[in-house]
Structure formats: C-alpha cells, structure tokens
C-alpha cells in the first residue's frame, strides 16, 4: 500500500463559519480525505477570543487555534505561529488559503520544506494600511509557493500581485454537489411570500454589505416593472437597506427575509426566477451563489468586475452581465429577462449544463489531487 499524502490546510476559519471560503475548504478537508490517498488535517483561529481546541468533525481533524481577536480582518494568535510548526513538520504538502497574512509569517517562521500549495482567492481590496506591512510577506509566500490556484483565469489577470507568477498559476474553479441542491423537497417558499403571486420573482443572497451592491439593486428596483425582489441574507448595511425600501414606497416589492438555513435557501433558490449578484468591488472574487442558482436552472446577472464573477455566470450564455454601481444598467438587465420567459429559459438550460460540465465538485477534487500528487 502507497504511504498516503499528509495534507495541512490552512485558513483563518472552518465550519460552522459561514463563508464561501470555509465552505470551499470543507469540501476539500472531507473530500480529499474520503479518497483514502490523503490524509487531511485543518489549522485555522478561533472566531474571536479564546485558548485553542481541537476536535474531528466528519473525519477530518481540526486545530482552532487561540486568538487574541480580530484587526483589520485577520485573526491575532500567537498559539496559531506555533501550532503551524508543529504540523508542518508531519505534512508533505502546506495548503494555504489567501488572504491571511498570519499563515504567510507562520510559514515564514516555520522552516517547513516541504511543498507549498496556494489558493489565491482574491487581493487584499480594502485594507490599503495593512498591506503596507504585509506586502513584503506576501511576496515571500508567492516566491516560496510551488503551485498558485485561482478560481478563475480573472484571478490572475486582474490581481496586482499574481502576473509576476503566472507560471505557478492554475486555474481550479470552486464547485458545488449538485445532488446536495437537486434533492431539497420543492415548495414555493418566494411565491407565498409574494404580494402578487403572478410576479417575477427576483432574488438575491448574501451578507448585507458595501461590496454586495443591494444598495445599487435597490436604486435599479425603483425602475423594475412586474418584479418583486427577495433579499436573503444579514449585514452592518440592514437597517439602511430596509429604510431605502421604505422610503420609496417598496415595501410590497422588496421582502427582506433575513437569515435563511440550507434547506429554505435551496428552495429560494429553486423557485426564484433571476438570481441578481450586484456586486460592486472584486472583494467579490467568485461568487460561488451564482452556481447555486444556475444548477437549478436559473439565469444569472452578475457584474463585469476585475475579479472571477463574470467566469463564473457568462454574459449572454447564461445570463447577463451589467456594469457595476450602475442601477440603470441593471434595472434594464432584470427588465429584459422578467419580459422575456423565453430567454431565462434559454440561460437557465445553458447554467444548469455549465455547473454540470465545470463545477460539479468531483470534477474539482479530482483535479486538485492531481495537482497535490504532481
């Protein structure tokens, strides 16, 4: 019997953290482990203050390592410098998952050498103070990284860091388990809360933040016509949000429905008739609730942000693609699709087939244990 790859993952969070990051590693965490060539354990911090714990959650062994809380993002621990040297010295392979400056000073300090793997999931965006410091490690890690992965050819082509290592750079998109979506029992759980059970139905998840661009969806709704809107998600930008609905006589037309668990989210998902992804900065880098929609049929509008969005969803494929922070733009895309039943047909066909062909997660873990075994 081969000796099996002793894979360390790393990142500031995992599960039950909610985030598409946390979610990707999960999948890789249980997947790769499941294939019975690797053997996976996981070093991230604690979600704020508190000593360092470790417990196996569906067989994978997890490191949440003490914290000090959070600044400008990142996690502080110190626990976590030390706990990367003592696992790095049992892995074959680090796996580092970016931006997370403490891994970059944690390998640094380490002297691991080993191979080092990178998921580059987006450049740091909106802390200009911080890169300042953490600039000269980033470039230690992307000088001392063996293979760079981005979601998207976007991802390189539009980063400010990644060019220089383009020959590192492979292309592995996120994926989801389209069975997982698939299977959900099927209610009309939008339409019941509609005020017009005959209208369009639009929706949008995710956290209620600047880069999300509802703010800008709420300005394109005031020239959407036969549409209503469902907004899934919390966020500092909430309160604002419902107030902007309020004030312009929107509250028959736009439901915020606050949180929603898997299950009723699928079914939004499922009943919905346009998933919206208004995003306004490449702090949204993917946008892996644009596969969500489209493996139940869905057309998608996205922005053409300098990120790995509009790969994900292509423009006049299976969807449509706006400029950012343009509620015209955007009101006319959901306008054309709402009038025309017949084109979101003609997108959601083509999205369902694309998330098969090119997300669907066995795909990816095969292919990122073949990068890991190279």
């Known amino acids: 019997m081969s000796k099996k790859l002793r894979i360390l993952e790393v990142n500031k969070a995992y599960y039950p953290h909610i985030g598409g990051i946390e979610t990707i590693i999960r999948q890789y965490a249980e997947e790769l482990g499941k294939t019975g060539d690797a053997e996976v354990r996981v070093l991230v911090c604690r979600d704020g203050r508190g000593r360092t714990i470790h417990e196996k959650m569906h067989g994978v062994d997890i490191t949440r390592s003490g914290s000090l809380g959070t600044y400008f993002s990142c996690p502080l621990s110190v626990s976590f410098i030390r706990n990367f040297r003592r696992m790095s010295k049992n892995a074959d392979i680090v796996h580092i998952h970016v931006p997370f400056p403490l891994a970059d000073a944690a390998l640094l300090l380490s002297g691991f050498r080993g191979k080092v793997v990178v998921s580059w999931h987006s450049d740091i965006v909106k802390q200009k103070k911080l890169m300042l410091f953490y600039k000269p490690f980033m470039n230690y890690l992307l000088k001392r990284a063996d293979v760079i992965l981005t979601a998207t050819e976007g991802h390189v082509r539009h980063s400010l860091y990644l060019p220089p290592y383009s020959e590192k750079c492979r292309v592995l998109p996120y994926g989801i388990v389209p069975g997982d979506y698939l299977s959900v029992t099927r209610r009309p759980f939008l339409t019941e809360k509609a005020s017009d059970k005959n209208c369009v139905k639009v929706f949008f998840t995710g956290r209620l933040v600047y880069y999300k661009g509802v703010d800008v969806l709420l300005k394109a709704f005031t020239k959407v016509k036969n549409c209503e809107l469902f907004i899934a998600g919390t966020g500092e930008m909430g309160p604002q949000l419902r ?38 900065a490449p702090s949204e880098a993917f946008g892996i609730v644009q596969l969500e929609a489209m493996v139940y049929g869905k057309p998608v509008i996205n922005t053409a942000l300098p990120s790995g969005v509009p790969y994900v969803s292509l423009h006049g494929q299976t969807g449509l693609t706006v400029a950012p922070r343009s509620p015209k733009a955007l009101a006319e895309a959901i306008n054309l699709l709402a009038e025309d039943k017949e084109l979101r047909e003609k997108y959601g066909k083509a999205a369902a087939e694309r998330v098969m062909s090119e997300f669907s997660e066995d795909r990816i873990i095969d292919r990122l244990s073949g990068i890991l075994k190279d």
């Open 243 to 280: 107030k902007y609905a309020a004030e312009h006589g929107m509250k028959n037309k736009i439901h915020f429905l606050g949180f929603l668990p898997d299950e009723e989210l699928r079914q939004a998902y499922a009943d919905c008739d346009i998933f919206v992804l208004p995003s306004v």
